[in-house]
Every structure is written in structure tokens, then in C-alpha cells.
Nanobody
């Protein structure tokens, strides 16, 4: 079992930066692949970024590539999402997810464990 708690979301202006954190509890955090997804009102939950168990491989949605960076600290059982150059279209609830799988990390159905989400609102 893995429990995930996101934090760091807030209201910011366009162009600002935010860093989201997702703290995990449970065993074998370093064995899990981790992902960030986001969901705007009335829309599906979409892939944002993912990172392999070792941190050696990262994956990004085209819409955030070059602006967002995912990283993990296995010593702190935490995964981060650094978001730069935020745009109004980045407004959503952001969720972190974890799974033992090493493939299919862009697909939300891959992930067994999910956090409750943190709200990011970007004003224009």
C-alpha cells in the first residue's frame, strides 16, 4: 500500500512558477514509478509527467514539455513537479499517482495509487 498526499497548489498569475510536492507513505517507495496528472472541470484526467523508479527516465505531455520538470527524492519519499511559465490553460487539479509498473506510464489506467489532488489556478 502507498498513500500519496499532494501539496503546493495555489492561485498564481500567468508566467509564474510553482512546485508541487507529493509525499508518499508506505513501503518500497523507490520501487514505484510515479506520475502527475491533471483534471480541469468537465474534462478528463490527463497525463502531465512521469518518472521511473530510478529517476533515470522521465516523460512529459507535449503541452508541458520544456516548462515542467518532474523529479523524485527517494530518500524523502517525495516526487516533485516544477512548473514554470504557467499559463491559464494549466489551471486544474493536479494528482500524483504511483504504480509498480515500468511501462505505460502515460496512461492513467496504469496507476493503482492516487492522491487527493491539489488545485492550481493560473489567472491571466
Amino acid at each position: 500500500q502507498v498513500q500519496l498526499v499532494e501539496s503546493g497548489g495555489e492561485l498564481v498569475q500567468a508566467g509564474a512558477s510553482l512546485r508541487l510536492s507529493c509525499a508518499a507513505s508506505g513501503r518500497s517507495f523507490s520501487s514505484y514509478s510515479l506520475g502527475w496528472f491533471r483534471q480541469a472541470p468537465g474534462k478528463e484526467r490527463d497525463f502531465v509527467a512521469a518518472i521511473s523508479w530510478s529517476g533515470g527516465s522521465t516523460y512529459y505531455a507535449n503541452s508541458v514539455k520544456g516548462r515542467f520538470t518532474i523529479s523524485r527524492d527517494n530518500g524523502k519519499n517525495t516526487v516533485y513537479l516544477q512548473m514554470n511559465g504557467l499559463k491559464p490553460e494549466d489551471t486544474a487539479s493536479y494528482y500524483c499517482a504511483a504504480d509498480i509498473a515500468a511501462y505505460g506510464l502515460r496512461d492513467r489506467s496504469t496507476y493503482e495509487y492516487w492522491g487527493q489532488g491539489t488545485q492550481v489556478t493560473v489567472s491571466s
